[in-house]
Each structure stands twice: as C-alpha cells, then as structure tokens.
C-alpha cells in the first residue's frame, strides 16, 4: 500500500512540480532582486576636470584648476551619494585622457554626466558660473575661453566618431537649464544662461551631460570664494538640487 493516498500521490507530483521551481527561483530570485534595484538606482558619473600634470587654469593666487575640481566631485558625490549611484572619473590627483572620462560614463550606463571644470580667461574681469551642453559640430560658432585647454573638438575625424552626444542634445539641454535654475538660487557667483558649445570631453557621451565651469580662478574675486570650503559646499548643494530634480522628472 501506497503511503499516500491516490489523490495525495497526485498531489505529491503536483507539490514537487511547484516546489521544484520555487526552490530554484528562491535560490536565484535575491539576486534578481538585487540587479533589479540596482537597475533602478539613477547612475551619476561626475568628471573633476584635468589631475597630475595637467592642472588646468592657473589662479592668480596660484589655485589650481584641478583642485578645486575634485574638491567639488566630492561634495558633490556626498551630496547625491544617499539617492543615487555616483562615480567619479578620477578620485585623486592624477591624469586622465579627456576621452576616457566619457567612456567611464558610457562602461557605467550612466543616466547623466556632469564635467566639472573652472574658467579662465585673458580678462581678468570675466567672471560666474557657466553650463554647457554639446552643440551640433556643423555650427562653426564658437566662442569659450576653453579654447586654450584641448577641450574643443579639432580634428573632423574625430568629431565623425566620437559624436554620439548628437543624439542626446535636447535632454543635455534640459538638463543644463534646470542646473542654471537650481545654481541661481545660490548668491555666491553670477550664473550665465546655458550655451551650447562644441566640447570635446562631452563628444562621446552616450547619455545627457553638460560641462559646469564653477566660475573663474582668474577672477581674484571667483578664485577667494572657491578656495573657501563653505561656499564650495553650497554650490556643490545647489548644484546636486538641480540634478536630483532633472533625474526625478526624467
Ligand atoms: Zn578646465
């Protein structure tokens, strides 16, 4: 005799070919869960401009560039760390070819890449905070004290490849208009409207991201107010207001 009845043997084959699938899913399922929450954690990928040798605009007080870049990275980091995932293209002083600081963004499948960068300019009355976005390599109209730097786009051949910014355009657009918002609301430095501007290091993108230049350091009064901690948080705070938003209406 069967020690189970006919409609328990049923029952058993029934049984095992439910908790067959269960206990492979239950093996299997926490890490799906995992990949799916992880898949649905906003990547930020945050370039500090130049590092090592290359240390960008000399300040007139002999700041760097490259310091103050990565000193506002990590503000910025902490800042979005609790809500989303964010990587910075270099965490130290070191360098890294322009190029490769996208294809962190892209290896990542970052939703947007900010480039933090300083301004500097021949006038030294220049002064406030600009955001650009890519613009279209066919418009010849450019106008940026970045020139000096290698950040423009020079060679056809390169523009022809390394252009995939082209599609994401308008939402690189938005992107900076609600940055310029969230950065207006601070009293530290003047905030220019966002221009739209053929940069290299924003070329190859293959998300929204725009460049942030955090006022000038040949401005004497720009680069006093960027190498104070307390006012670089505030901005990094501003800053991390209008990305959040951007990121939550997207
Ligand atoms: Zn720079």
């Given amino acids: 005799m069967s020690a189970f009845c006919k409609h328990c043997q049923l029952n058993t084959k029934t049984l095992l070919g439910f908790l067959l699938p269960v206990f492979f ?3 299997v399922w926490p890490v799906n869960a995992a990949n799916l929450f992880n898949e649905q954690i906003s990547v930020i990928v945050i370039d500090p ?8 605009v000399k300040g007139t007080d002999n ?4 310091n103050i870049t990565l000193a506002m990275a990590h503000l910025l980091k902490d800042r979005l760390s609790g809500n989303f995932k964010t990587i910075l293209t270099r965490k130290d002083d070191y360098a890294l070819d322009i190029y490769d600081r996208a294809a962190v963004a892209n290896t990542n499948k970052a939703s ?7 301004g ?3 006038q030294h009355k220049n002064s406030g905070i600009s955001i650009y976005y890519f613009q279209n390599p066919s418009s010849d109209e450019i106008s940026l004290d970045h020139k000096r730097s290698g950040l423009l786009l020079e060679d056809r051949t390169v523009r022809a490849w390394k252009s995939v910014q082209l599609s994401h355009i308008i939402e690189s ?3 900076a208009q609600t940055i310029y918002t969230s950065l207006s609301e601070q009293q530290h430095l003047g905030v220019k409207k966002s221009q739209d501007v053929n940069l290299s290091v924003l070329a190859g993108a293959d998300m929204p991201a725009v460049i942030i230049e955090i006022g000038y350091l040949t401005n004497p009064s720009d680069e006093s107010k960027l190498n104070d ?11 991390s207001i209008g990305i959040e938003k951007y990121l939550t209406k997207n």
């Fill in 112 to 118: 947007i890449f900010i480039s933090l960068h300083v």
């Fill in 49 to 56: 401009g130049h590092g090592g040798n290359d240390t960008g």
């Fill in 120 to 122: 500097g300019s021949f």
């Fill in 63 to 66: 700041s760097r560039e490259k």
């Fill in 173 to 175: 657009k938005k992107l």
């Fill in 229 to 239: 901690f307390s006012i670089l948080k505030d901005l990094s705070h501003k800053l």
């Fill in 25 to 27: 899913f239950s093996m």
